[in-house]
């Protein structure tokens, strides 16, 4: 199985910050990478597809980036509605693994 | 609009078999999609299951393969989990999703239910 680490695991920050997350694949994965945003109570929502595709309805300061192992999910100026938990997903292969997610918090 | 909604038992025994079932809206089953079981313990991450394609074609994550059995049924317009065998460790909540795949196999989950708890306890 491709095994997903991402950092940090959890995070504080402040409306309007910057926020960075990093996903590791433990193979190269090219841009088979998903992100998603979770919220408790609901269903994850996907924000980014194949590593840097913004999701039609998907605020713009959402964006992606990498390739190989290396992944990146930013948010740009953070909103309230943002504070959720965020998971990577690789679709290189089955079985399809997420990442072990990143809460992010309110400061 | 796609739609999913699971359905099934809250409270399933150990040892026993769990069954679950996710009804598509706005979507059917004659399209070329796979359709696939998430899952997520308490306090813990999301897991994959298997997916199933509208043929009937499935596939499996290994760690659970020797237990998972996912079915289609596309007069009904909705697929199943049975989960056999379960443990404590199989309580979670389970949420179905439709893959969406384009380009050159990339794949994602776009529409999701909304997720169901499943207990597993005497």
């Known amino acids: 199985d491709i095994q997903m680490t991402q950092s940090p695991s959890s995070l504080s920050a402040s409306i309007g910050d910057r926020v960075t997350i990093t996903c590791r694949a433990s193979?190269?994965?090219?841009?088979?990478l998903n992100w998603y945003q979770h919220k408790p109570g609901k269903a994850p929502k996907v924000l980014i597809y194949?590593?840097?595709n913004l999701q039609s309805g998907v605020p713009s300061r959402f964006s992606g980036s990498g390739s190989g192992t290396d992944f990146t999910l930013t948010i740009n100026s953070l909103q309230p509605e943002d504070f959720a938990t965020y998971y990577c997903?690789?679709?290189?292969?089955?079985?399809?693994?997420f990442g072990q997610g990143t809460k992010v918090e309110i400061k | 609009q796609v739609q999913l909604q699971e359905s099934g038992p809250g409270l399933v025994k150990p040892s026993g078999t769990l069954s679950l079932t996710c009804e598509v809206s706005?979507?059917?089953?004659?399209?070329?999609?796979?359709w696939s079981w998430v899952r997520q313990p308490p306090g813990k991450g999301l897991e994959w299951i298997g997916e199933?394609?509208?043929?009937?074609?499935?596939?499996?994550n290994p760690s659970l393969k020797s237990r998972v059995t996912i079915s289609i049924d596309k007069s009904k317009n909705q697929f199943s989990l049975n989960l056999k065998s379960v443990t404590a460790a199989d309580t979670a909540v389970y949420y179905c999703?439709?893959?969406?795949?384009f380009g050159s196999g990339s794949q994602y989950f776009d529409y999701w239910g909304q997720g169901i708890l499943v207990t597993v306890s005497s």
């Open positions: 997903q690789q679709s290189y292969t089955t079985p399809r693994t």
């Open positions: 999703a439709r893959d969406n795949f």
């Open positions: 194949a590593a840097s």
């Open positions: 193979q190269t994965i090219s841009t088979y």
């Open positions: 706005g979507d059917s089953f004659t399209r070329k999609n796979w």
């Open positions: 199933i394609y509208h043929s009937g074609t499935t596939n499996y």
